[in-house]
């Protein structure tokens, strides 16, 4: 079955260290994969778009890689803030269907002072 | 200027009753979105607008559900005779597009009660 599968688990770090988050799919060939923040009660915000043919992108203190090979992309914040504590979702952007972008189901991050 | 707004922010129904949920998308974008998020659960996709083309329904979970888009912009999702398991936060969203990337802009959602 296709699957997106994320951090199961809340992560907690402590502020200053480099966040990393997770995600993983199956069956899927996306041509690109972007993350987007959410917080409690609002939609989510766009924040970092990944092409099928790039390895790295960075964004001030963010920094997504992707590895078609593992199926993986990997997102950081280096420096991390309170400010940063918020739920991240990755999203697979699937070329074979025009109308759908498939979210995973998020990793909860929060940043202790 | 603008982004996405959903009205009302908050509904509470009885089970059985008929809601509908309002998007307004940023203006001048074309592709519009529906999605279900159940708590603590990521975004399930249920309807797709793009321009006059007809909408791709596959996400709708049954026939209780229907949208439209009037004019290329506003859109509504009803949800007919709501049960408990309606339950949920509504989110629309919009892209300028729907080619790739399509970078989805969205609403604050709709929180639906159904008691």
């Known amino acids: 079955s296709q699957k997106i599968e994320q951090n199961s688990e809340a992560l907690n770090i402590q502020e200053g260290k480099t966040a990393t988050l997770t995600c993983n799919y199956t069956?899927?060939?996306?041509?690109?994969l972007q993350w987007y923040r959410q917080d409690p009660g609002r939609g989510p915000v766009f924040l970092l778009l990944i092409r099928e043919n790039e390895k790295e992108k960075r964004k001030e203190r963010l920094k997504v890689t992707f590895d078609t090979t593992l199926k993986q992309s990997l997102f950081h914040i280096t420096a991390s803030q309170p400010a940063d504590s918020a739920t991240y979702l990755c999203?697979?952007?699937?070329?074979?269907?025009?109308?759908?972008?498939?979210f995973g189901s998020g990793t909860r991050l929060s940043i202790r002072p | 200027g603008a982004g996405v707004s959903q009205s009302p922010s908050n509904k509470v129904t009885e089970k059985g009753k008929d809601v509908e949920l309002r998007c307004d998308p940023i203006?001048?974008?074309?592709?519009l979105y529906w999605y279900r998020q159940s708590l603590g659960q990521g975004l399930e996709f249920l309807i797709y607008f793009q321009g006059n083309s007809a909408p791709d329904k596959s996400g709708l979970p049954s026939d209780r559900f229907s949208a439209e888009r009037t004019g290329g912009s506003v859109s509504t999702l009803t949800i007919q005779r709501t049960q408990q398991e309606d339950s949920a936060v509504y989110l629309c969203a919009s892209s300028l597009t729907s080619g790739s990337p399509d970078t989805q802009y969205f609403g604050p959602g709709t929180r639906l009660t159904v008691l």
């Open positions: 203006s001048g974008h074309t592709a």
């Open positions: 999203a697979l952007d699937i070329r074979s269907s025009a109308s759908k972008i498939i």
């Open positions: 069956n899927y060939s996306p041509a690109y």
